[in-house]
């Protein structure tokens, strides 16, 4: 079992930066993948960026240019570095851990952006 435990969300104002971590505990084998989704009110969840275990990374265009995906692998955690924040970026995050077929899901931190 995989357990994932969130943290960094917030207020904050337009602009400003935020950094999301996550950390992996319990049955981890090397050669997973991360990712970092969202989900806005009455909104599907959606891919916001993702990282492989040979640290090849992909982003939503809406993210481009400003968040950073990275990854700590000695610590199983992942991390979102999150620039020029706008108030289109609020929502409930969520980390996801993808393992021989399974995925992993973190609780969820709110970030929530104002103008």
């Known amino acids: 079992q995989v357990q994932l435990v969130e943290s960094g969300g917030g207020l904050v104002q337009a602009g400003g930066s935020l950094r999301l971590s996550c950390a992996a505990s319990g049955s981890i084998y090397s050669g997973y993948a991360w990712g970092w989704y969202r989900q806005a009110p009455g909104k599907q969840r959606e891919l916001v960026a993702s990282i492989m275990w040979g640290e090849g990374t992909n982003y939503a265009d809406s993210v481009k240019g400003r968040f950073t995906i990275s990854r700590d692998n000695a610590k199983n955690t992942v991390y979102l570095q999150m620039n020029s924040l706008k108030p289109e970026d609020t929502a409930v995050y969520y980390c996801?851990?993808?393992?021989?077929?399974?995925?992993?899901w973190g609780q969820g931190t709110q970030v929530t952006v104002s103008s």
């Open positions: 996801k851990l993808r393992q021989h077929g399974a995925d992993y």
